[in-house]
């Protein structure tokens, strides 16, 4: 595969590898951590930070491929979440197109402590039911910890509706020794059985979960098999969605491998549900992610 190179200082690498005609893949190496973006899709693949397992998990099976959504990483569902229904109620596509698009490397700024890249998104009339032009910002800061924000101005001059997820797909051990006690007790309606503004506790993350929660504090993924706590917060963002497809519903998804649904659970920093952007307005969406070891 071709590579060239981005950029090169003291601290960091910053490599582009053309994975295939139309994929490029960012390969960055940083005395803090590793990563992998995929300029399709705007999609950051993996992340490492230095003595640490992975924290992002990627299917084997995912197919990098131009118009097919990559299963693992972070998918950026954007300008909507979850299935965008029609007048006649058909599905028009299922978490927006920003996740299957080519967006563009603006920038790559090396400093000792991370690295940060910047990439863009702008078009018009990218979907029959989203024509609005837009330009959305994607800066990702990759360090010990990753700080990741989308950020988007309205110039329509009309208001907007925007709905997104930062659909980021944990690593974990197992889903059976994972737990977010933080969500216990939070208001959630549930996909699986259609039963809104519901409340309990998980005792763990085994699927199948397909959880929208009414909260935005912050997280903490508890994962008592690998010993670490995976803290995530957001801003700017009404959900925090819970999903775990469970044996039976990965078994029918041709990109999750065999026994795949048993190494992650997915935790979305999300606007569920479409809010308005008023013309003139500005978004920003973050999320922030660390690790942090507990005792054995
Ligand atoms: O298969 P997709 O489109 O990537 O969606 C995966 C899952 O994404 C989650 O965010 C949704 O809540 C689930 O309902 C959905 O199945």
């Not at 490029?24 to 973006?37: F, G, K």
């Not at 118009?67 to 978490?95: M, Q, Y």
């Not at 563009?104 to 039911?129: D, P, R, T």
Request: charged share 20%; net charge negative.
């Amino acid at each position: 595969m071709e590579k060239t190179v981005v950029k090169s200082t003291e601290y960091a690498n910053v490599v582009k590898v053309k994975y295939s005609e139309h994929i490029d893949i960012l390969e960055i190496t940083h005395p803090n951590c590793t990563a992998s973006v995929s300029l399709y899709a705007g999609h950051v693949l993996a992340w490492q930070p230095a003595n640490e397992k992975p924290v992002l998990w990627l299917s084997k099976s995912a197919q990098l491929s131009p118009g097919t959504a990559i299963r693992g990483g972070i998918p950026i569902c954007w300008p909507w979440f979850g299935p965008k229904l029609s007048a006649d109620h058909e599905n028009v596509g299922n978490h927006g197109f920003a996740r299957t698009a080519q967006w563009q490397l603006q920038q790559v700024n090396i400093q000792a402590e991370s690295v940060e890249v910047v990439l863009i998104l702008s078009g018009e009339n990218m979907h029959a039911h989203w024509p609005h032009a837009f330009e959305l910002t994607q800066k990702l800061v990759f360090s010990s910890e990753l700080q990741q924000s989308i950020e988007i101005t309205n110039t329509t001059g009309n208001d907007i509706e925007l709905g997104h997820a930062l659909h980021t797909y944990f690593a974990v051990s197992s889903p059976k020794a994972t737990k977010v006690a933080s969500l216990d007790g939070i208001l959630f309606d549930d996909k699986v059985t259609g039963k809104s503004l519901q409340k309990d506790q998980l005792d763990d993350c085994v699927g199948q979960i397909d959880r929208v929660y009414y909260d935005s504090s912050e997280q903490v993924i508890h994962d008592a098999g690998w010993h670490r706590d995976i803290i995530v917060s957001t801003e700017n963002s009404s959900h925090w969605v819970l999903w775990n497809p469970g044996k039976t519903v990965a078994e029918s998804m041709a990109d999750i491998h065999e026994g795949g649904e048993n190494e992650y659970v997915c935790l979305e920093a999300a606007d569920a549900k479409p809010r308005i952007l008023s013309s003139g307005q500005k978004k920003r969406v973050v999320q922030k992610i660390r690790v942090k070891t507990t005792p054995h």
